[in-house]
């Protein structure tokens, strides 16, 4: 049920810098905050940025986000191995009585 | 630091009901927001619903029609039941807690459980 559009992989050697999309539409990234979690193999989702671009106590510098119109992205600078995992991108849909929408993941790799 | 610890069925035939609950720890329960997400195998995350401090729900319109929260705050725990589960309902299921009031992002996890349909 995403309504949320990612590619679904990424690649990188350590250091270099990855950006993942997450495309949208007007009745959930257009009009409302973008949030990207990142959920590393057989772990719960960690929240990994909140309102478009801000980042929790904790999650480094290196991960940046933006948000322009219903298009948003995510960045890892300085990649690094453990940076290997899946991320989402998610944001808050206002069509019918509103309800939570996912992205359809991105699994980045560290060549 | 608020821990959530997820217990309930992990095997179910279809047509019975799922029904998992998840225990807070540590932190506070009241004025929050709780959510249940789930997440088939190798598959992506989809909300199924939450539900505030005062009770009030709101579920994914895919599964408002089979899915129930509860909550107990005398437990500090709240729970979902999912009726009429198919192969389809396959997934681990992770609680969640939004935020004191609010419930844009979700900051504290479960651990996770999984919960298999076969017959």
């Known amino acids: 049920q995403s309504v949320l559009t990612q590619p679904p992989s990424a690649s990188g050697t350590p250091g270099q810098r990855v950006i993942i999309s997450c495309s949208g539409s007007s009745s959930n990234t257009g009009r409302n905050s973008v949030y990207w979690y990142q959920q590393l193999p057989g772990t719960a989702p960690k929240l990994l940025i909140y309102s478009n671009n801000q980042r929790p106590s904790g999650v480094p510098d290196r991960f940046s986000a933006s948000k322009s119109g219903t298009s948003a992205s995510l960045a890892i600078s300085g990649l690094r191995s453990e940076d290997e995992a899946d991320y989402y991108c998610a944001a808050w849909d206002d069509s019918l009585s509103g309800f939570y929408v996912f992205g359809t993941g991105t699994k980045v790799t560290v060549l | 630091q608020v821990q959530l610890q997820q217990w309930g069925a992990g095997l179910l035939k279809p047509s019975e009901t799922l029904s998992l609950s998840c225990g807070v720890f540590?932190?506070?329960?009241?004025?929050?927001?709780w959510i249940w997400i789930r997440q088939p195998p190798g598959k992506g995350l989809e909300w199924i619903g939450d539900i505030s401090n005062d009770g009030y729900t709101d579920y994914n319109p895919s599964l408002e029609s089979r899915a129930t929260i509860s909550i107990d705050k005398s437990k500090n725990q709240f729970s979902l039941d999912l009726n009429s589960v198919t192969s389809a309902d396959t997934a681990v299921y992770y609680c969640?807690?939004?935020?004191?009031?609010?419930?844009?992002?979700?900051?504290?996890w479960g651990q996770g459980a999984l919960v298999t349909v076969s017959s």
């Open positions: 969640a807690r939004g935020q004191y009031n609010s419930r844009e992002y979700f900051q504290h």
């Open positions: 540590g932190g506070s329960f009241s004025g929050y927001y």
